[in-house]
């Protein structure tokens, strides 16, 4: 990102960003497993397989006797039919979370949602936990559009609000969140209570790391100041 360019919208990662989704999503994973007679992981595991997707997440739990497309695709089949019953049960907003999205949108902030989560989960979830506030656009990962890090999905984000990429920045907790931003050439900003660790995010680019929602709403707010 241009240190000259305004921040003018906001993207946010989905899982541990703007929700805790790591029981569902470990639990759902771990059922599929069992059906298979296969070993599971303990749910903390899941912080640092989540994030690139259902598909990589398959690979990744999935033992290597089983390392083969095949086993990952019956996996992956099972694993969406254990998510679809359980992917409410206990996943919540992060503390802090609901203010923070109150104050943007008193501000007019335009926000957006990239997230590697199957599209229609990442639907399902905004609608259901964060339907109170407006996001202009809501991409998860869809067929023939590439998973972050890869930039596109950004670049298309930018696009839907016609602005340019290097106006956005992206929120997240995970190394592809700070990488999809760099790659973009957008402003990357890090999240300390999503899955993964302060360090992770720093090593991988973010010009921020904020450990409240809070202090995010402050430093946008200070940033749009310096613009005005």
Known sequence: MKDSMRIQAICFDLDGTLLDTLADIGNAANAALLRFDLPTHPLESYRYFVGEGASRLMEQI?????????????????????????????????????????ELAQA???????????????????QHFLGAWSFRVIRGQQAGIPRKPDPTGMQLIAQELSLPVEALCLVGDTSVDM????????????VSWGFRKVEELQEHGARLVVDSPIELATWLQKQRAEFS
Do not use: H, M
């Open 62 to 102: 999935l033992p290597q006797t089983c390392a083969s497309d095949e086993w990952r695709e019956r996996l992956l089949e099972v694993f969406e039919e254990e998510y679809a019953l359980g992917w409410k049960r206990q996943t919540c907003l992060y503390a802090g979370i609901a203010d923070l999205l109150d």
């Open 108 to 126: 007019a902030w335009p926000l957006a949602v990239l997230s590697n989560k199957p599209d229609a989960f990442t639907q399902k979830c905004v």
């Open 179 to 190: 990488q999809t931003a760099k790659n973009a050439g957008s402003c990357p900003i890090g």
